[in-house]
């Protein structure tokens, strides 16, 4: 990407540093980061900045606060290579990201209203092998031999025997896989429900826990639309300075 820098809107580096609120330093790391396009020269030297360096540096603004600011920087720096399309996938993998962690939460909220308006289990006695776990859940022993090798289930082995023993958190893991497994959900979005569920320790927990996180992600996702559309602004304008 080219960039020309008129009498009109000729800025020092000062002039642009106070116009976006950073740095002059921060604007010469900016440049050398491939955030900005292009800056010409005077023939001393000195550098002409112009509206186009304004705007990208408000795009890569916007988009720091939604993609951060290492992608913000990727996707500008791809931009300025010439690769818009390119630009635009690292965009898209982003968004991609988002939707499989709402996946996740969709998952956690499906096995939380699974679990709404049964007993809470009483509490399995520690060292059950695989074998009665499996008669208490109603499944296999090959289902929870398929669960561990998944990394959904982490039961210990006995010292000398080698034997499987579960405690209660690990009966309560595999209960709620087997829930969720009959709910037709995949491994890849059970694991991120039994994260949460092991962090927060238990379903009220679980559900404030979820309830912020999702709060978190609507926050994210707002701020990811405001960057994009600030991109858009860029793209566009940098395409009608070029044809």
Do not use: C
């Amino acid at each position: 990407m080219t960039s020309s820098v008129t009498t009109d809107d000729r800025l020092r580096t000062v002039d642009l540093a106070r116009l976006v609120g950073v740095s002059t330093q921060q604007i010469r790391n900016y440049e050398e980061a491939g955030v900005l396009p292009p800056v010409p020269r005077t023939e001393s030297g000195h550098r002409m900045f112009g509206d186009g360096h304004r705007r990208a540096l408000l795009a890569h603004r916007a988009l720091a606060k939604g993609y951060g600011s290492v992608k913000a920087t990727e996707i500008m720096r791809t931009v300025h290579s010439g690769d818009a399309p390119g630009a635009l996938a690292l965009v898209d993998a982003a968004h991609a990201e988002r939707h499989e962690e709402r996946l996740a939460l969709r998952a956690a909220s499906a096995a939380l209203e699974a679990l709404t308006g049964q007993d809470p289990p009483s509490e399995p006695r520690s060292g059950l092998r695989i074998g009665e776990v499996a008669a208490l859940l109603g499944v296999r022993t090959s289902a929870l031999r398929v669960w561990e090798s998944a990394g959904l289930l982490t039961p210990r082995r006995e010292r000398g025997t080698g034997y499987r023993v579960y405690d209660p958190a690990d009966v309560r893991d595999a209960r709620l896989v087997h829930t969720l497994r009959r709910s037709h959900y995949l491994f890849r979005q059970i694991a991120p429900v039994l994260d949460e569920l092991r962090r927060a320790g238990s379903r009220d927990a679980l559900r404030t826990a979820i309830r912020n996180r999702d709060r978190a992600l609507t926050a994210r996702t707002m701020e990811m639309l405001q960057g994009a559309g600030e991109l858009h602004a860029y793209l566009t304008y940098a395409a009608s300075r070029t044809s």
